[in-house]
């Protein structure tokens, strides 16, 4: 994903007006729940083998575990080796050695070090971590670290466009103490259905989200996921624009309360089902688990937020 697409994602959200409640004309029915598509096998060396019963079980959500080796677990920063895909599902042709940042604003996967092992600087690139200071830049999608000696180095971010499971796998990454996942990413709606699978899905929920323009767009495309978010059976759309959400016998939007990044009300988002509202530190929009329960940015439990209201 370019940064000028993460703008127009950004800028979305920012147009959003909180809005009023459209009720469904009819009933969720089992019947709504459209069938996805068999997934073929993805390959990936990073990709934890035989990932253990407990945890398994512990975070049935995750398809894969991606294999970690932290370097600093109070700062949450290791390493991991894996291959990427692109977007026409094929793999890149290498093995990228890469820092993963479990940062609360921007977590990410994606710092290459592949010229530290080319120039045999592992070592020196691991004291450094260890003994200096991290830092996250969002603008630039880069890590700082800079060492004691003040001494700064940039370790550049990979192309966002390249996935670990093109999109077809929920892939998770452990917290250093194993008590949560980052789901650092999800089954994407143009990756997991057919395209008849797709437009009956957005004629089932034009009812929600007629408000938005250009009906769909925003919902079943490369920016929306399929999750059951409230473990109700039936599916959700989770979302930089516009997040779906299934409650009783009808879906909801999660509506964004303000009109541009500076509003009082930035980062606040509203949930009509419940009247209530969660407020995050907003710069990316990702999803963390504990196993029961979903997390908007690693604050605001989802899950709870999107059950049938009183």
């Not at 993805?42 to 970690?68: A, H, Q, T, W, Y």
């Not at 008590?179 to 699978?197: F, L, S």
């Not at 473990?231 to 541009?260: C, K, L």
Request: glycine content about 6%.
């Amino acid at each position: 994903m370019s940064l000028n697409s993460l703008k127009i994602r950004r800028n979305a959200l920012w147009l959003l007006r909180l809005t009023a409640l459209v009720v469904v004309p009819y009933g969720l029915v089992k019947a709504d729940i459209v069938k996805i598509v068999t997934q073929p096998s993805i390959i990936n060396i990073g990709f934890v083998k035989e990932p253990s019963r407990e945890l398994k079980v512990n975070f049935p959500m995750c398809d894969v575990f991606l294999r970690v080796t932290w370097l600093d677990k109070e700062k949450k920063i290791g390493y991991t080796e894996y291959d990427l895909y692109k977007s026409d599902g094929s793999k890149d042709g290498m093995h990228n050695l890469a820092l993963i940042h479990l940062d609360s604003n921007w977590p990410s996967f994606r710092y290459n070090i592949e010229t530290w092992r080319d120039e045999n600087k592992l070592k020196k690139l691991s004291a450094l971590i260890i003994n200096g200071r991290i830092k996250t830049i969002i603008g630039e999608y880069n890590l700082i670290i800079n060492g004691e000696d003040g001494a700064s180095i940039t370790v550049p971010s990979t192309s966002l466009e390249l996935t670990l499971s093109n999109n077809k796998l929920n892939v998770c990454v452990p917290f250093p103490d194993g008590k949560r996942m980052w789901i650092a990413e999800e089954k994407r709606v143009d990756k997991v259905y057919e395209k008849q699978e797709i437009n009956k899905n957005m004629e089932k929920l034009k009812p929600w989200i007629s408000d938005v323009f250009p009906v769909g767009a925003y919902l079943l495309n490369s920016y929306s996921s399929v999750i059951d978010i409230n473990f109700d059976g039936v599916e959700d759309y989770f979302g930089a624009a516009i997040t779906v959400y299934s409650s009783g016998n009808r879906y909801y939007r999660m509506q964004p309360m303000w009109a541009h990044e500076y509003d009082d009300n930035y980062g606040e988002f509203y949930f009509p089902q419940i009247k209530n509202t969660c407020r995050i530190i907003f710069w990316s929009f990702y999803l963390t688990t504990d196993g029961k329960n979903y997390f908007l940015n690693n604050q605001c439990n989802l899950t709870k937020l999107t059950q049938k209201g009183e």
